[in-house]
């Protein structure tokens, strides 16, 4: 299993992007995925999962700005971000689950400028 994260960028505050994830190996939607995030100094935390019937949870920091979804095979994950504040300035890591096992991807960098 291999994930690619991309969709990052530069962006002012109250700007959007779109993060995508695409998954090549045997993965699909019967596999939980998420987004985390590190930023400098920080420790990675989850930002927002979808499970395998659909059920998301989100970081309370992100709630009402920020839309997790998978396209309808299931294993592209988009993270929709809106009214991005500095704060949400990070790595962000897409990751997924396979039989016991946690894949990552290498991460895209998110710069919110004020």
């Known amino acids: 299993v291999q994930l690619q994260a991309s969709g990052g960028g530069l962006v002012q505050a109250g700007g959007s992007l779109r993060l995508s994830c695409a998954a090549s190996g045997s993965i699909s939607r019967f596999n939980p995925m998420a987004w985390f995030r590190q930023a400098p100094g920080n420790q990675r935390e989850l930002v927002a999962s979808?499970?395998?019937?659909?059920?998301?949870f989100y970081h309370n920091s992100v709630k009402g700005r920020f839309t997790i979804s998978r396209e309808n095979a299931g294993n592209v994950p988009y993270l929709q971000m809106n009214s991005l504040k500095p704060e949400d300035t990070a790595v962000y890591y897409c990751q997924t689950s396979s039989w016991g096992k946690d894949y990552w991807g290498q991460g895209t960098q998110v710069t919110v400028s004020s």
């Open positions: 979808i499970s395998t019937t659909g059920s998301t």
